[in-house]
T-cell receptor
Framework: DVKVTQSSRYLVKRTGEKVFLECVQD?????MFWYRQDPGLGLRLIYF???????EKGDIPEGYSVSREKKERFSLILESASTNQTSMYLC????????????FGPGTRLTVL | KNEVEQSPQNLTAQEGEFITINCSYS?????LHWLQQHPGGGIVSLFM???GKKKHGRLIATINIQEKHSSLHITASHPRDSAVYIC??????????FGAGTRLTVKP
C-alpha cells in the first residue's frame, strides 16, 4: 500500500513565524503535490514537483515555497506565516502523468494566530 | 464559474437509501476522479474513470463524456458512508481541478 505521511496533524503558529510542513511518500513516486483545502473552495494546488529539485507553481503559490532535495520528501515552507494561511494542508503523490491516481496524506491543520 | 461543479453541497440520507452525487465539468479531461474524505482529513481515491461505468462494492461511478457529467451512486447507504465526496477532473500534465465537495451524512 502507498503511504504518504505528513509531519504534523495539527499545528499552531504565530503570525510572522517560519513554518515547515513535511511530507514523505514510500512508493518511489515521481510527482508530489501540496494543496490547501478551505471550506467551499475545495482543494487548491500550491506547488507540485515532478522530480528531485524540480518544482512548479500551482494556482496559489504566493506566500509559500517548497523544497524537494530527495525523491521521497517534499516540504512546504511558509516564510512568514499570516492568519490567512490558516487552513488544512494536504500532500499527495502520484507515479506518472496527471491522469494517475494521487495518494493523499492525512493532512495538517494549521492555525496561525 | 468553477470548472468542476458538484451537487448537492450537502446531503442527508437515512440508512438504506440510494444516494446520487453529481459532478459537471467544463474542461477537457483525460480522467475523472472520485475521492472520499472522512472527518479528520484523510483523502482516499475511490474511482478513476474516463468512460462508462465502474463499480466497487456498493459504490458505482458513471461518466458521460459528451455531456461532461459524472455521477457517484451509493446503494444501501450506511452511516459509515458519511464523508465528503470530491469530484476531480484530471486535465493532464499533473493538473487536477477539484470540485468543492459534497458532504454526505447518513443517519441510522
Amino acid at each position: 500500500d502507498v503511504k504518504v505521511t505528513q509531519s504534523s496533524r495539527y499545528l499552531v503558529k504565530r503570525t510572522g513565524e517560519k513554518v515547515f510542513l513535511e511530507c514523505v511518500q514510500d512508493m518511489d513516486h515521481e510527482n508530489m503535490f501540496w494543496y490547501r483545502q478551505d471550506p467551499g473552495l475545495g482543494l487548491r494546488l500550491i506547488y507540485f514537483s515532478y522530480d528531485v529539485k524540480m518544482k512548479e507553481k500551482g494556482d496559489i503559490p504566493e506566500g509559500y515555497s517548497v523544497s524537494r532535495e530527495k525523491k521521497e520528501r517534499f516540504s512546504l515552507i511558509l516564510e512568514s506565516a499570516s492568519t490567512n494561511q490558516t487552513s488544512m494542508y494536504l500532500c499527495a503523490s502520484s507515479s506518472g502523468s496527471g491522469t494517475d491516481t494521487q495518494y493523499f496524506g492525512p493532512g495538517t491543520r494549521l492555525t496561525v494566530l | 464559474k468553477n470548472e468542476v461543479e458538484q451537487s448537492p453541497q450537502n446531503l442527508t440520507a437515512q440508512e438504506g437509501e440510494f444516494i446520487t452525487i453529481n459532478c459537471s465539468y467544463s474542461v477537457g479531461i483525460s480522467a475523472l476522479h472520485w475521492l472520499q474524505q472522512h472527518p479528520g482529513g484523510g483523502i482516499v481515491s475511490l474511482f478513476m474513470l474516463s468512460s462508462g461505468k465502474k463499480k466497487h462494492g456498493r459504490l458505482i461511478a458513471t461518466i458521460n463524456i459528451q455531456e461532461k457529467h459524472s455521477s457517484l451512486h451509493i446503494t444501501a447507504s450506511h452511516p459509515r458512508d458519511s464523508a465528503v465526496y470530491i469530484c476531480a477532473a484530471g486535465v493532464g500534465n499533473n493538473d487536477m481541478r477539484f470540485g468543492a465537495g459534497t458532504r454526505l451524512t447518513v443517519k441510522p
